[in-house]
T-cell receptor, first 112, second 113 residues
Framework: QKEVEQDPGPLSVPEGAIVSLNCTYS??????FMWYRQYSRKGPELLMY????GNKEDGRFTAQVDKSSKYISLFIRDSQPSDSATYLC????????????FGAGTRLFVKA | NAGVMQNPRHLVRRRGQEARLRCSPM?????VYWYRQLPEEGLKFMVY????????ESGMPKERFSAEFPKEGPSILRIQQVVRGDSAAYFC???????????FGPGTRLLVL
């Protein structure tokens, strides 16, 4: 079993839809949870960073962490074609850094 | 402020040749990380370096792969005697300190013929 599981998609939604992206994990020591966005042929860029359980909101993006279920989510409201990318979840037991484990990424397509 | 820079962006090598991938961290960053990404897979940690020191190389294959981050100049990931299975995208990231956010470069896409 992989430490981090993420559905690769692809996920196709119409413009304006609410998108839900999810990851599950097995290591209960993970404390730091991140979402990266990666456009085609580009490097990943950090979108959201949360510590332990709870919600964090930034504009159209909301990250949720449920440590009891070992489940994290990223919600995108009012999705735009420019949101079309691969979204990678990542997590670590330390304060980020080199022990970060990445999910395989979910490809999202937002149709105009 | 330039971001993390990697070159070359694309590299083609024949089996048995050497591949050298370069990474210049963001200004003010002294921590460098190398990752490999295969199609449909996530980023796999390879090695973590600070200036002139390898801090953790637990993700590096034991043979043919090496990395350095000299006092002056970019970090180098070297792959000797490349094989087809080395074909992948190699990403470098940098951070100001070990506990801080990593910023990724655009990657080098290695193709071994």
């Amino acid at each position: 079993q992989k430490e981090v599981e993420q559905d690769p998609g692809p996920l196709s939604v119409p413009e304006g839809a609410i998108v839900s992206l999810n990851c599950t994990y097995s290591n209960s020591a993970f404390q730091y949870f991140m979402w990266y966005r990666q456009y085609s042929r580009k490097g990943p860029e950090l979108l959201m960073y949360t510590y332990s359980s709870g919600n964090k909101e930034d504009g159209r993006f909301t990250a949720q962490v449920d440590k009891s279920s070992k489940y994290i989510s990223l919600f995108i409201r009012d999705s735009q074609p420019s949101d079309s990318a691969t979204y990678l979840c990542a997590m670590s037991a330390d304060t980020g850094g080199f022990k970060t484990i990445f999910g395989a990424g979910t490809r999202l397509f937002v149709k105009a | 402020n330039a971001g993390v820079m990697q070159n070359p962006r694309h590299l083609v090598r024949r089996r048995g040749q050497e591949a050298r991938l370069r990474c210049s961290p963001m200004k003010g960053h002294s921590h460098v990380y190398w990752y490999r990404q295969l199609p449909e897979e996530g980023l796999k940690f390879m090695v973590y370096l600070q200036k002139e020191n390898i801090i953790d190389e637990s993700g590096m294959p034991k043979e043919r792969f090496s990395a350095e981050f000299p006092k002056e100049g970019p970090s180098i990931l070297r792959i000797q005697q490349v094989v087809r299975g080395d074909s992948a995208a190699y990403f470098c990231a940098s951070s100001r300190a070990a506990q801080e956010t990593q910023y990724f470069g655009p990657g080098t896409r290695l193709l071994v013929l």
